[in-house]
């Protein structure tokens, strides 16, 4: 089954944006699952006391929760930690004589399939920037669903500033008349795949599955497509209006 309809300006979201960089899905794409994907990987540590993460694999799957693409990734550095407890990569998986070529990959071969796969789609993960960062690809904002940074998703705290303090996050007035300001937080995967879909993952004592954590993660933006994207699309229409009086002064003073 694929997504469900939205309601969006199509003029607007058929357009490039002024920068000519951002091009957002067509109206007529969000109803086609090849549009989405999500991915998780796993990770061991390198480096003194294995405090540096290393993608250990990768899993890509599709709007109905169909492997894309699996593979342990060959490591060119020495593991200090398996992390097995939570990432159940043990030595096994990483080493040539046990594992057939097709499950066992180099970074940069693995890196190339996910930016292929993930190339003018709509990604789905839970503090996916982390997992980018280890493979070594980036991806537009624009097209990124991050259930981590998803402020919906995420704990908010309101703190009490004082007037004079630079004021980064959104602001109101309480009724005493203190300036306050909301802080968010990401919370776990596994307490919100819990409330959200009253699913047990990431259990304890047993060690995580990327599979399981990408399709928790797919899950929980489908509970909230239709307002995520109404959201990306105002913050895209911001981005435009700002452009575009950032455009009409650079003319107007080229006129003076």
């Known amino acids: ?32 699952p090849s549009c989405y994907v999500a991915l998780d990987c796993e990770m061991v540590g390198v480096g003194p006391n294995g405090t ?12 109905n929760g169909k492997v894309l693409f699996h593979s342990y990734i060959r490591q060119t ?13 043990t030595k096994h998986h990483l080493e040539d004589q046990t594992m057939t070529p097709s499950y066992l990959r180099n970074l940069g071969e693995c890196s190339a399939i996910v930016a292929n796969l993930l190339y003018n789609r709509i990604l789905i993960g839970h503090a996916v920037d982390n997992d980018l960062r280890v493979l ?11 259930t981590a940074a998803y402020e919906p998703f995420m704990w908010c705290r309101i703190r009490r ?11 109101q ?11 968010f937080f990401p919370r776990k995967l596994k307490h919100l795949a819990k409330e959200k879909l009253d699913r047990d993952i990431q259990v304890e004592g047993r060690p995580h599955c990327a599979y399981e954590d990408a399709l ?11 307002n995520w ?13 700002k452009q575009l009086f950032y455009l009409s002064k650079v003319n107007n003073m080229n006129r003076m």
């Open 77 to 89: 550095v020495p593991v200090t930690d398996y992390r097995t407890f939570v990432s159940g990569i």
């Open 52 to 63: 540096q993460s290393s993608a250990a694999s990768v899993t890509v799957i599709d709007w």
């Open 1 to 32: 089954m694929g997504p469900n309809s939205i309601d969006t300006n199509e003029e607007f979201m058929s357009k490039y944006c002024i920068d000519n960089n951002i091009q957002y899905p067509s109206c007529s794409s969000w109803d086609e």
């Open 161 to 171: 500033i004082s007037s004079g303090k630079k004021k980064k996050q959104r602001q």
């Open 229 to 241: 994207e109404s959201m990306v699309i105002m913050t895209l229409k911001q981005q435009q209006q």
């Open 216 to 226: 928790a993660a797919l899950d929980l933006y489908r509970t909230e497509r239709c």
């Open 136 to 146: 070594g690809i980036t991806h537009p904002w624009w097209l990124t669903r991050d």
């Open 173 to 183: 007035r309480n009724k005493s008349g203190a300036t306050t300001t909301k802080i």
